[in-house]
């Protein structure tokens, strides 16, 4: 009876020992269970976000795709216009139906209002044939010289030739035309921001001095300019009123020779039986100590005056001074052997060989006898070309100008432009880019990030005409 007795109590140890045992497990696995069912629902989460993601970036390509087979579209359509454009144009042409022209015809109410109704503090000169006014039309910044009225009046057959052979000068080292108002009587020109050659080496507005490898550089373009210049066809072209005032640069501080008297502008003739090839000037001139001496005995201006006035300029360039003696001095120094002393010593150490080079040249370009001038070509040109070196530039003398001027290349695709037009920033840009960042959704300037008040392009005709010439 005892020992049953214990046989039962021990079999029910048993049982609660594996109750215990089976509810430990259950507990377990209800832990498991609880994790994995947190590890499911992270999943799933994941899972689905990974889903939106798929979605969103799928939507984004479908967009990226219309986009880019609208621009293509665009653009094909735009390749096509522009030759239809250029078939007309050269049909035009063989037609002899279209007269070419590189200058913008601008209305009286435009030149009022880029003056502000001839505001006169927007005039920047002054001189013999009228005012000179700095002022901004077609959102471009211009310069706007008025000539008087008598002047424009009395020879307007002369006014129409000299613009016509202004506009279709186009060098990268001559100020450009960009158009012309009859109504006002007046010429446009492209705006240089940074002043003349005069103002950089007189340090005006406390301005850095020139160093020796800009002028060296200023040397080669102005010898470019001039070359382009009497080598024009069919009459090569006397510039006659070459000086540093006459000289200016851009934003990119390249220079620029000076045309803006129009009526002083002349020109001779090539093929003339005359060996004394030679034109008259019937205006009178300033800064007379750049004047080529024949000019006071004969009123003639002929290129080898501007090579005396070249030579002037070189000379101005390597010692700083326009004093009356400066040439004489110069002479006696490089007799000496001492020019070193008479070099300008803000532009920095000049090389010896250089400066020596450049002195004989200017020298010889002064020689009171013009046919004892260098000629600009054989001569002056030979011993500048290899100076390029010093300052690492690009510029022929031959018929291709390698470098062009920084306002002919699109800011967002920096490119030569075919198409330019003005959006509301003031800025010039290809058409196709600027209307494909319009397009795109923007209505911020590509240049300077600030909102634009309109969407509107003004096709820049005159910068079109200016690239073409120099294409061409």
């Not at 209800?30 to 999943?43: G, M, Q």
């Not at 700095?134 to 002047?151: A, D, F, P």
């Not at 210049?229 to 200016?248: C, E, Q, T, W, Y």
């Not at 509301?424 to 058409?431: I, L, R, S």
């Amino acid at each position: 009876m005892k020992m049953g007795e214990g046989g039962g109590a021990s079999d029910l140890d048993g049982m609660k020992r594996k109750l215990d045992e089976a509810v430990e497990e259950l507990r377990v696995c209800r832990e498991e269970n609880s994790v994995l069912e947190s590890r499911i629902a992270d999943y799933e989460m994941a899972v689905k976000e990974l889903e939106e993601k798929i979605v969103s970036a799928v939507e984004l390509l479908i967009s990226v795709r219309k986009q880019r087979d609208e621009m293509a579209v665009r653009h094909d359509n735009a390749i096509r216009q522009v030759n239809v454009i250029k078939e007309r144009m050269e049909e035009e042409e063989k037609g002899g139906s279209r007269e070419k022209k590189f200058f913008s015809e601008f209305s009286y109410e435009e030149i009022e209002g880029a003056t502000r109704n001839f505001d006169l503090s927007l005039i920047v000169a002054e001189g013999e044939h009228g005012i000179v006014y700095k002022g901004i039309v077609r959102n471009t910044e211009v310069v706007i010289k008025i000539l008087q009225s008598n002047k424009f009046e009395g020879e307007s057959i002369e006014f129409q030739q000299e613009v016509d052979i202004l506009s279709r000068v186009r060098h990268p080292n001559l100020v450009s035309l960009i158009g012309v108002c009859r109504e006002a009587g007046c010429l446009v020109y492209e705006y240089l921001p940074n002043g003349s050659l005069e103002d950089r080496l007189s340090c005006k507005d406390n301005t850095p001095p020139l160093s020796w490898q800009t002028r060296i550089r200023i040397a080669v373009e102005i010898c470019s300019a001039l070359f382009f210049l009497h080598s024009h066809k069919p009459l090569s072209i006397v510039h006659g009123d070459l000086k540093p005032a006459n000289i200016f640069f851009d934003a990119n501080f390249v220079s620029k020779v000076g045309v803006f008297d129009i009526f002083g502008l002349t020109s001779f003739n090539e093929n003339s039986a005359n060996e004394d090839k030679s034109c008259s000037r019937s205006s009178s001139m300033g800064n007379v100590e750049y004047l080529a001496p024949e000019f006071f005995t004969t009123g003639k201006l002929t290129p080898k005056s501007d090579v005396y006035s070249f030579g002037n300029i070189l000379l101005r360039l390597l010692t700083g001074r326009s004093d009356d003696g400066m040439l004489k001095e110069v002479q006696d120094t490089v007799e000496k052997g001492n020019l070193s002393d008479i070099l300008d010593p803000s532009a920095g150490d000049w090389p010896f060989v250089q400066a020596q080079q450049l002195a004989h040249l200017a020298l010889r370009c002064c020689e009171t006898n013009r046919k004892s001038r260098p000629d600009l070509r054989l001569d002056v040109w030979k011993v500048l070309e290899p100076m390029k070196a010093s300052y690492g530039t690009t510029v022929s003398l031959g018929q291709v100008q390698r470098r062009f001027p920084s306002y002919f290349t699109c800011p967002i695709f920096q490119e030569i432009m075919r198409d330019p037009c003005v959006a509301a920033d003031g800025f010039t840009y290809e058409a196709e880019a600027i209307k494909a960042w319009l397009h795109s959704g923007h209505n911020t300037s590509p240049m300077t990030n600030l909102k634009l008040d309109h969407h509107d392009l003004i096709p820049n005709y005159s910068l079109k005409s200016a690239i073409q010439e120099w294409q061409h």
